[in-house]
């Protein structure tokens, strides 16, 4: 019987101090990294497609979290992009319902492999995230942050294909249409 009120006692010193540890403080459990839209183009120059990241804090009792200051950046681990000046990191403070919201639109460069772009938040040193990756095709092919020959000689390489990197009106194929988005873009380059 004794040894019953030791053990119960210490589950409930256990839980309580974990709730004095953890609530208030955001939880990559409940948190949310989410980005849209789901297929889009990109031109350093940021005057293409805009992406728009928008974090939810919450603490692991699911409670949002009011003026948690959030960094959002590229996902650990991706590849294949170049990131403008001031662009590859974003600051926004959660509002009462623990929701921020940035934009990321001044970069290029493309992920071969499946055109996948995530993000991450750093809220108070907890990582929240990956998003779920969107597809993000860019008239940057090479990942130079300019839209130059170079870019240009890649694109001619994946015409009429479905290279998902050049399909910037993301109907399944690179064509004529996406040609004529390439050449609105040529030569830019970061703001
Ligand atoms: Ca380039
Ligand atoms: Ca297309």
Known sequence: MRN???????IVALAFSAGVAF????????STVEASPDCGAYCPAGDYGTVTVTVTVKDCYDTPLEGIEVTVTEAAGGTGHCWCPGEDAKVCTTDASGVCQVTFSAFGGCDGTDCALQFQ?????????????ITAAS???????SVT????????????TSDCCSDYDCNGSVALSDFINFANHYLHSCP
Not at 121 to 127: F, K, L, R, S
Not at 139 to 145: I, P, Q, S, T
Not at 149 to 160: K, P, Q
Request: hydrophobic share 50%; glycine share 12%.
């Open 149 to 160: 020959l170079s870019d240009f000689i890649n694109f001619a390489g994946v015409y009429l």
């Open 121 to 133: 938040a750093d809220a108070e040193g907890v990582i929240l995230g990956p998003s779920l990756p």
């Open 23 to 30: 609530a208030g403080v955001p939880c990559a459990g409940t």
């Open 4 to 10: 019953t009120v030791f053990v119960l006692a210490g």
């Open 139 to 145: 008239v940057d092919n090479n990942a130079d942050c």
